[in-house]
């Protein structure tokens, strides 16, 4: 009974025709370019990761209290961005930052760290010391 059901239309939406509805959206807000930023820019997160925009666009409205960055980001972890990043991390940052060096190494050596099974076997390979050869190096040398 009665007609089918209308199928609703799929738009599929690009990219390019949001960065236009957003550029859009800036105009009315009356934003200007900010020159002088060409390199980078880097937002940093509290879970530690980066958001980096190289080469980014950057335009602001100070009556809107809007900034808006442009460009191609990266999500990075902060220890991929060292030493570079340090000038730019405020004191929260530089805290966390502290946090995770001090968890670094403990991470390394804790692969690192031999087994106590390993140890008897890797010894094998290498021939014990016998001579002492400082001393030798000094006979040589008189």
Not at 70 to 93: C, F, R, V, Y
Not at 94 to 108: G, N, Y
Request: charge should be negative; proline fraction near 4%; charged fraction near 30%.
């Amino acid at each position: 009974q009665g007609t089918a059901r209308r199928k609703k239309k799929v738009v599929h939406r690009t990219a390019t025709a949001d960065d236009k509805k957003l550029q859009s959206s800036l105009k009315k807000l009356a934003v200007n370019n900010i020159a002088g930023i060409e390199e980078e820019v880097n937002m940093i997160k509290d879970d530690g990761t980066v958001i980096h925009f190289n080469n980014p666009k950057v335009q602001a409205s100070l009556s809107a209290n809007t900034f808006a960055i442009t460009g191609h980001a990266e999500a990075k972890p902060i220890t991929e961005m060292l030493p570079g990043i340090l000038s730019q991390l405020g004191a929260d940052s530089l805290t966390s930052l502290r946090k995770l060096a001090e968890q670094f190494p403990r991470q390394v050596l804790d692969s690192k760290a031999p087994k106590s099974e390993d140890i008897d076997e890797e010894d094998d390979d290498v021939p014990d010391l016998v001579e002492n050869f400082d001393e030798a190096s000094k006979n040589e040398a008189n």
